[in-house]
């Protein structure tokens, strides 16, 4: 059983960047199909990036946030470029053993979740 770590949150201007990191343990990560999400105040939860066999991004963050995974330290990172207000929200990464494809943003298919790491972004 998997257990992650997300950090790298915190307080930027728009425009700025940065990088959220997901540690994991206990397994190892690339075995996982792991997806960033995220939920903003009075907002539904959001998928916003995932990695499995490929990469998928949501619409709104095309083209400004890159998924990557570094086998080596079993973590999965999310850079993000080009930051706008509407990116404020909790973001947690989430890991299941499964595939998911297309489905690669419907929350209730991952076992396992992150706690969250905070990111605001200043307009």
């Known amino acids: 059983e998997v257990q992650l770590v997300e950090s790298g949150g915190g307080l930027v201007q728009a425009g700025g960047a940065l990088r959220l990191s997901c540690a994991a343990s206990g397994d190892t990560i690339g075995d996982y199909s792991v997806t960033w999400f995220r939920q903003a105040p009075g907002k539904e939860l959001e998928g916003v990036s995932s990695l499995d066999d490929s990469t998928y991004y949501a619409d709104s963050v095309k083209g400004r946030f890159t998924i990557s995974r570094d086998v080596a330290k079993n973590r999965v990172y999310l850079q993000m470029n080009t930051l706008l207000p509407e990116d404020t929200a909790v973001y947690y990464c989430?890991?299941?053993?499964?595939?998911?494809?297309?489905?690669?943003?419907?929350?209730?298919?991952?076992?396992?979740w992150g706690q969250g790491t905070q990111v605001t972004v200043s307009s």
């Open positions: 989430a890991a299941d053993p499964l595939l998911k494809a297309h489905g690669w943003a419907l929350a209730g298919l991952y076992d396992y």
